[in-house]
């Protein structure tokens, strides 16, 4: 089973990734930490279990009006 984390840029996806395995990859309060996909596993009642760290992506505006 495969989950990819995907969101809006600094929201948490990679301390949620850290946390989940055991890791310590680079969190930053500023925005683009993450330039990469980073893959990893771990096993929870004996399945492996894949997780995709993403960078973060821009929200879509939904008029000229929205502020960015």
């Known amino acids: 089973m495969t989950f990819i984390l995907i969101g809006q840029k600094n929201v948490g996806k990679s301390s949620i990734f850290n946390r989940l395995l055991k890791k310590n990859n680079i969190v930053h ?40």
């Not at 683009?32 to 996909?37: A, I, L, M, N, Q």
């Open 29 to 68: 309060s500023k925005e683009g930490s993450t330039r990469d996909f980073i893959p990893g596993s771990l096993i929870k009642d004996n399945k492996i279990i894949e997780l995709i760290d993403t960078p973060g992506i821009n929200p879509i505006s939904k008029n000229k009006y929205d502020k960015e």
